[in-house]
């Protein structure tokens, strides 16, 4: 009995298995579709060779990306994402008649326009053409399509609307994505999408929308939306009322444009919302504290807003997030037990810049594990936080400029052990380290009060920044610890502690070493041969030690040397001939040690240099002529910004960056450079035996900011060329034996703010303009023909000086002038600064959308991303903006490292 049902059954099986083959094989591609896409692939450029199988004498329903009905075998769907197509879209797709899906987004259609014709296929329900780098008019014809559910026209290279009108009648739209698409010349953009009411999503991020258009809604029908992004254009406005009827939201950005107002209460209202993002506006006042209802919220990110008053209690209520993102605000207050009690799934927390302190019991067991924890500039201490140890998820940790004044605990380096990144630079954390093996990717005790021994490392450690601090002793057994597998340590900063010794011959152990800095320490000795075996070196910072010796020629091995920087040590001899040919060198640091000889010529081939410091040595011989090949300087820091690859300056890591910094001599003062020294271009020769002239090729550097060629034996003239470097903001050509008048073009240099051409043989009146009259006369002092103001010699008849224009104000306070002029380049630094960061941030973006479309991936992407953002330019625009302070404060932004 059971055999003969097994049998039946298996008959029954064979027969539906045949017949379904049967009807797969009678079922092929219609001759005529075969046909139209056959053209169309034609028309396409396709230079990957994606549509190989798209050969006549295959059936196109097996096509790569074609898709047909199982039923009449007609051609259906086109999915033709990210295959790097580009050309001519061909008409002949009218012909597939029944074309219900195209998707062509992510590919190169190289600027064209998206093609009318488009309009005309009457079936489409599903249209994509996200990041395909269309570009120009949206054609009104796609307001033909009246079945389409699903129309994304994101992310292409320059579309614009010039009336939306013809959107009304795409009636079922579900899904609508015009981001970056131009729609400032379309006033009622959103009556026209708010008649929809079938309308789910509506991406709307850069669009050029402002207030205009948003508060000319009075109602909004399109009461099914989920999701609404209006991030990133410029409304300025308070919450638009129509927001609060969208009950239904579960997604809404509002980031980056100028919303102002307090946040209403009514916020409350959302109960179905899941991701709040608020950041980068200018909502002031207390968040409401009917923000507690929010019950399915999961990601909040209020960044960067005039908040002030105390965080609401009532967030220990929404017991469904996992995200919080609060800081660069007035709030203050204490941080307490009560606005966690109920957050169990929280996993990121990023507070910053903000006046909050922590104050929880000692013995607080908090309801969460989190895997992201940032708290930077927040109070925390100043004992160590020991509900800390109940974290055991975490991967990173930051609690930079925390005000923890405390021994590292004893638990602290076991648990940290299975942290990936650690940062905690800017405290008074001390403690000795020497039994410790740190174990994280990514380590940054900086600026802390750790001393004795250095800790030893794993082969996991990546990037290890200990620098100030008072770690001692001699360097030797840390550099030859024997390890139990090969290091991957890329960042090595042990600058500025106590550290002795020689460095001795074991850096064929730390062969992935990227960035090495060890300057102001004790160290002596010379440069061992081994460092020639680091192939990968970008930076090697020695200076401020007591190494000495010739430059080993081994170094000539790290190919890729973009820094290097050995000043105040006791090296000599003369510079290598490898130094001056290695192309890709950037920065040449090599003030204050005994080198002699003359400067080479061939280092004129280094196109990318932005810093040549060579002052202070013994060498001899003339300036080389032609200087005017480092064309980074001559191109400046804006011009040049995105032809220069700057990674030898900077290595990012997924939430960090390690900067390289620079002490420079700049206008008689030390300062260093950090996040800004991608954008300074200096020379200085200064003391030294250099003797000829000034090769008038210099002042084709028109980029150069910081000139210094003092204390040498240069003479003639200066060339009136030198007014053409437009970003000059320090001269200084004092004591050598330079004659002749100083040149009216000098006048030209607008932003120069400090000039010294004391004891020299120049003469004549010194040029008129707002900035030379109100220096100090000391710099142009020594120089027995020279008269005018500001000196108080007066000039004979002949070269009477006529009415100077200094302005009243500046002859009141000489110092105005200098800071106007420096403020300048301030603003100008800070402004690429942050347009720079902006744009790398819509690089990375677009990059992450393609890979992940679903939309909680996306919640997240967009949450790590801002953080990203802010954590590596938020500082910096910060102090940008303290410029506008003063004068001595602009001396900070130059301190990389300091608030
Ligand atoms: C045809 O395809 C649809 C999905 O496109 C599927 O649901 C259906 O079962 C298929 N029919 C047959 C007979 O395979
Ligand atoms: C808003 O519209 C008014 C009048 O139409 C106009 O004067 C104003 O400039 C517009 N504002 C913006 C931000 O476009
Ligand atoms: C909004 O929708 C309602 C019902 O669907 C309809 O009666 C009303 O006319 C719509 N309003 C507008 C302005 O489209
Ligand atoms: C918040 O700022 C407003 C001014 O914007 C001020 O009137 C108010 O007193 C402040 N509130 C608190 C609690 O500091
Ligand atoms: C070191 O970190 C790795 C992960 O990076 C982890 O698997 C390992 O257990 C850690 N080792 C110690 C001793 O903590
Ligand atoms: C090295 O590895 C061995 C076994 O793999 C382990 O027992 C030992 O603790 C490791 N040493 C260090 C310093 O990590
Ligand atoms: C100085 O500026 C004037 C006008 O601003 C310009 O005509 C002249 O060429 C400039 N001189 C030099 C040397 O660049
Ligand atoms: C310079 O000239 C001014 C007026 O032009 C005069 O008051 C002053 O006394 C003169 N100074 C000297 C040192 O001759």
Known sequence: MRKAIRGVLLLWFLCSTILRSCRANNLVCNEKEKQALLSFKHALLDPANQLSSWSIKEDCCGWRGVHCSNVTARVLKLELAEMNLGGEISPALLKLEFLDHLDLSSNDFKGSPIPSFLGSMGSLRYLNLNDARFAGLVPHQLGNLSTLRHLDLGYNSGLYVENLGWISHLAFLKYLSMDSVDLHREVHWLESVSMFPSLSELHLSECKLDSNMTSSLGYDNFTSLTFLDLSENKINQEMPNWLFNLSSLAFLSLSENQFKGQIPESLGHFKYLEYLDLSFNSFHGPI????????????????????????????????????????????????????????????????????????????????????????????????????????????????????????????FWKFASYIDQIHLSNNRISGDLPQVVLNNTIIDLSSNCFSGRLPRLSPNVVVLNIANNSFSGPISPFMCQKMNGTSKLEVLDISTNALSGEISDCWMHWQSLIHINMGSNNLSGKIPNSMGSLVGLKALSLHNNSFYGDVPSSLENCKVLGLINLSDNKFSGIIPRWIVERTTLMVIHLRSNKFNGIIPPQICQLSSLIVLDFADNNLSGEIPKCLNNFSAMAEGPIRGQYDIWYDALEVKYDYESYMESLVLDIKGRESEYKEILKYVRAIDLSSNNLSGSIPVEIFSLSGLQFLNLSCNHLRGMISAKIGGMEYLESLDLSRN?????????????????????????????????????????????????????????????????????????????????????????????????????????????????????????????????????????????????????????????MDGGGT
């Not at 479309?853 to 940008?880: G, T």
């Open 288 to 411: 409401p504290t009917s923000i507690g209802n929010l019950s399915s919220l999961r990601e909040l990110n209020l960044y960067y807003n005039r908040l002030n008053g105390t965080l609401p209690t009532s967030m220990g209520r929404l017991s469904n997030l996992m995200a919080l993102a609060l800081g660069y605000d007035s709030m203050t207050g204490a941080i307490s037990e009560a606005h966690f009690t109920t957050l169990s799934k929280l996993e990121t927390v990023q507070i910053s810049e903000t006046s909050f302190f922590f104050n929880v019991k000692s013995n607080w067991t908090p309801p969460f594990q989190l895997q992201f924890l940032l708290i930077s500039s927040c109070k925390i201490g100043p004992k160590f936080p020991a509900w800390l140890q109940t974290q055991k998820s975490l991967s990173y940790l930051d609690f930079s400029r925390s005000g923890i004044e405390d021994t590292a605990p004893n638990w």
């Open 737 to 893: 034996r330079l004659s002749g008048e100083i040149p009216q073009s000098i006048a030209n240099l607008t932003f120069l703010s400090y000039l010294n051409v004391s004891y020299n043989n120049f003469s004549g009146r010194i040029p008129s303009s707002t900035q030379l009259q109100s220096l100090d006369p000391l710099s142009f002092f020594g120089n027995a023909e020279l008269c005018g103001a500001p000196l108080t010699k007066n000039c004979t008849k002949d070269e009477e000086p006529q009415d100077t224009n200094t302005d009243e104000e500046s002859r009141e306070h000489p110092e105005i002038a200098w800071f106007y002029i420096g403020m300048g380049t301030g603003f100008v630094v800070g402004f690429w600064g942050v347009c720079g960061a902006l744009f790398f941030k819509r690089a990375w973006r677009h990059a992450y959308f393609r890979v992940l479309d679903d939309m909680k991936d996306r919640v997240y992407v967009v949450i790590a991303l801002r953080l990203k953002w802010l954590q590596n330019n938020l500082r910096r625009y910060f102090l940008d903006l303290r410029c506008l302070r003063g004068r001595s404060e602009r001396e900070k932004v």
